[in-house]
């Protein structure tokens, strides 16, 4: 479960400053899918890494009850001189799970064959977003926060994506980030649509979509 308490977050550049999120109060269920639906700049990916902790809030707090995996497919954090496999295995010690399992869980879903024991810099946009994405489900979190990585990669590797997130889902909640509206519907049990520095949270996935789709054309 997410709570999120009176959380704001503004950008400051100079005399200019934006405020993406302003006094939001929300609660993100324990074993709910809940999209996260808002026009380009609406300020999504940035929630998604308030909720993870990886950026402080302007005011208000984030109280996460559970485990939380950092966004799924963020590859940011990959050192780039050390090989997929090292960079694995660093991760697993992190968070406290076996290295080996994490290794050969990671290795057969990215399908990276060879490449996967060559430096991270050397890897393709595409190679590092399916590396990300195996690390990051190869781990059990209770709240999984994903941002649009199931779009990663060919018809069958999206095929292998969406099943293995079903999968987790049995187990685990998630906080998701998409643009396709048919992966929301296929994916979420709820939503909520972030507009203006607000949040409205919706059990109905179709009044959702049609909120935020009359967004757009407004």
Same mark, same amino acid.
Request: hydrophobic share 45%; net charge neutral.
């Given at each position: 479960?997410?709570?999120?308490?009176?959380?704001?977050?503004?950008?400051?550049? *100079? !005399?200019? !400053?934006?405020?993406?999120?302003?006094?939001?109060?929300?609660?993100?269920?324990?074993?709910?899918?809940?999209?996260?639906? *808002?026009?380009?700049?609406?300020?999504?990916? &940035?929630?998604?890494?308030?909720?993870? *902790?990886?950026?402080?809030?302007? /005011?208000?707090?984030?109280?996460?009850?559970?485990?939380?995996?950092?966004?799924?497919?963020?590859?940011?954090?990959?050192?780039?001189?050390?090989?997929?496999?090292?960079?694995?295995?660093?991760?697993?010690? %992190?968070?406290?799970?076996? *290295?080996?399992?994490?290794?050969?869980?990671?290795? #057969?879903?990215?399908?990276?064959?060879?490449?996967?024991?060559?430096?991270?810099? &050397?890897?393709?946009?595409?190679?590092?977003?399916?590396?990300?994405?195996?690390?990051?489900?190869? %781990?059990?979190?209770?709240?999984?926060?994903?941002?649009?990585?199931?779009?990663?990669?060919?018809?069958?590797?999206? /095929?292998?994506?969406? /099943?293995?997130?079903?999968?987790?889902?049995?187990?685990?909640?998630?906080?998701?980030? !998409?643009?396709?509206?048919?992966?929301?519907?296929?994916?979420?049990? /709820?939503?909520?649509?972030?507009?203006?520095?607000?949040?409205?949270?919706?059990?109905?996935? #179709?009044?959702? %979509?049609?909120?935020?789709?009359?967004?757009?054309?407004?």
């Amino acid at each position: 479960m997410i709570v999120l308490q009176n959380l704001t977050k503004t950008f400051r550049s *100079g !005399s200019v !400053s934006k405020t993406v999120l302003q006094d939001a109060s929300m609660v993100f269920p324990s074993g709910k899918s809940v999209a996260l639906l *808002g026009r380009n700049g609406a300020g999504k990916s &940035t929630l998604l890494r308030l909720i993870a *902790g990886t950026l402080n809030p302007t /005011a208000g707090h984030v109280h996460r009850v559970g485990s939380v995996s950092w966004p799924v497919g963020f590859a940011g954090s990959f050192h780039g001189d050390l090989t997929g496999a090292q960079n694995t295995r660093f991760i697993a010690r %992190i968070y406290g799970v076996d *290295g080996d399992e994490l290794i050969d869980f990671t290795a #057969s879903f990215a399908d990276l064959g060879g490449h996967f024991h060559l430096p991270f810099r &050397t890897y393709s946009s595409g190679m590092k977003a399916r590396l990300a994405f195996g690390v990051s489900m190869g %781990i059990a979190f209770d709240t999984y926060l994903v941002d649009e990585v199931t779009a990663v990669g060919d018809a069958a590797f999206r /095929a292998k994506s969406n /099943a293995l997130f079903h999968a987790r889902m049995q187990h685990s909640g998630s906080v998701v980030v !998409s643009h396709s509206m048919g992966l929301v519907r296929e994916l979420c049990d /709820a939503a909520a649509v972030l507009e203006a520095g607000k949040m409205i949270y919706y059990t109905d996935i #179709s009044a959702a %979509i049609d909120h935020h789709e009359h967004n757009l054309l407004h």
